[in-house]
């Protein structure tokens, strides 16, 4: 994701993505990224339910202020 991010961030500005898993093991690492993986023009939040997700998508980015 971070790879990603930096290589086409300036061509999509500030993105906001979200995962959901239903399996620990990989609900467990992408809360890890979430947490110590700060990334520049990303937001990124992890999730068990995709209708949480899809809420939390529709809200729009954070003010960058």
């Known amino acids: 994701i971070a790879v990603f991010n930096t290589q086409h961030s300036a061509e999509r500005?500030?993105?906001?993505?979200?995962?959901?898993?239903?399996e620990d093991a990989d609900y467990g690492v992408a809360r890890m990224f979430e947490v110590i993986g700060?990334?520049?023009?990303?937001?990124f939040r992890t999730f068990r339910e995709p209708?949480?997700?899809?809420s939390w998508i529709s809200q729009g980015l954070a003010d960058p202020a």
């Open 38 to 43: 700060a990334v520049p023009n990303l937001e």
């Open 13 to 22: 500005g500030i993105a906001r993505v979200a995962l959901v898993s239903s």
């Open 51 to 54: 209708d949480e997700a899809r």
